[in-house]
T-cell receptor, first 109, second 114 residues
Framework: GQQLNQSPQSMFIQEGEDVSMNCTSS?????WLWYKQDPGEGPVLLIA?????ELTSNGRLTAQFGITRKDSFLNISASIPSDVGIYFC?????????FGSGTQLTVLP | EPEVTQTPSHQVTQMGQEVILRCVPI?????FYWYRQILGQKVEFLVS????????KSEIFDDQFSVERPDGSNFTLKIRSTKLEDSAMYFC????????????FGPGTRLTVT
C-alpha cells in the first residue's frame, strides 16, 4: 500500500519559535491533508491542499503541496503552548486515506 | 459548527463479546469511514461506506467487522467477537464528497478488550 514518511518524528521547540515538518511519498497524491491530534482525541483537519504548488495558510499555519505531488510541508509560525500535539499528514488514495506516522511537537515555555 | 459525534467515549468488553460503536456523521455528508489507532501508532483505515454499501475496506477489516447505516443519521461499526488486539481508539469520519476530499473525524471511542 501507499506509505507516507513524515519527519521529524518529534520536535522540541521554544515558545515563539517557528517550526517546519514535512511529508514525502513514493506515490503521487492529488490531495494532501494536514491534521492535528491532541491526546485522547480525534484528528482535527488543519489544512487541505488540492493543487501541486499550492500554498495555503490557516492563521499561523502554512502548508504547501509539492510540485512533484510527492511531498508536502507544514510550517507553524510563532509557536504557542497549545500547538503541542501530534501532526499528521494524510494522502487520499482512490478510495482511502493514508496517514503518515506523525510528528510529535512539544513547545517549551 | 457541525461535527461528527461518537458514542460511547470508552467501552470495556471481555474477549469474545460483541461490541457496537456508534457514530453520527455530519448531516449533509454522504461518505462515511471508520479508522482505528492503536496506542502510540498512526491512524489506520478500516472501511469506507457510501450509498448504503462498503466502498473499500482494508485487510484489517475482516469477517468479524461489519458496518451499517441503520437509519438516516447513525453509522455503526460492529465487532462480532472481540480479541485482545482489537483494543484501540476507533474513529468515525465523514466527508461531503469522496475520500479524496476533506474528511472530518469524530472524537473517537476507546475500546478496551480484557
Amino acid at each position: 500500500g501507499q506509505q507516507l514518511n513524515q519527519s521529524p518524528q518529534s520536535m522540541f521547540i521554544q515558545e515563539g519559535e517557528d517550526v517546519s515538518m514535512n511529508c514525502t511519498s513514493s506515490s503521487i497524491f492529488n490531495t494532501w491533508l494536514w491534521y492535528k491530534q491532541d491526546p485522547g482525541e480525534g484528528p482535527v483537519l488543519l489544512i487541505a491542499l488540492y493543487k501541486a504548488g499550492e500554498l495555503t495558510s490557516n492563521g499561523r499555519l502554512t502548508a504547501q503541496f509539492g510540485i512533484t505531488r510527492k511531498d508536502s510541508f507544514l510550517n507553524i509560525s510563532a509557536s504557542i503552548p497549545s500547538d503541542v500535539g501530534i501532526y499528521f499528514c494524510a494522502g487520499p488514495g482512490a478510495r482511502q486515506l493514508t496517514f503518515g506516522s506523525g510528528t510529535q511537537l512539544t513547545v517549551l515555555p | 459548527e457541525p461535527e461528527v459525534t461518537q458514542t460511547p467515549s470508552h467501552q470495556v468488553t471481555q474477549m469474545g463479546q460483541e461490541v457496537i460503536l456508534r457514530c453520527v456523521p455530519i448531516s449533509n455528508h454522504l461518505y462515511f469511514y471508520w479508522y482505528r489507532q492503536i496506542l502510540g501508532q498512526k491512524v489506520e483505515f478500516l472501511v469506507s461506506f457510501y450509498n448504503n454499501e462498503i466502498s473499500e475496506k482494508s485487510e484489517i477489516f475482516d469477517d468479524q467487522f461489519s458496518v451499517e447505516r441503520p437509519d438516516g443519521s447513525n453509522f455503526t461499526l460492529k465487532i462480532r467477537s472481540t480479541k485482545l488486539e482489537d483494543s484501540a481508539m476507533y474513529f468515525c469520519a465523514s466527508s461531503e464528497q469522496g475520500p479524496t476530499y476533506e474528511q472530518y473525524f469524530g472524537p473517537g471511542t476507546r475500546l478496551t478488550v480484557t
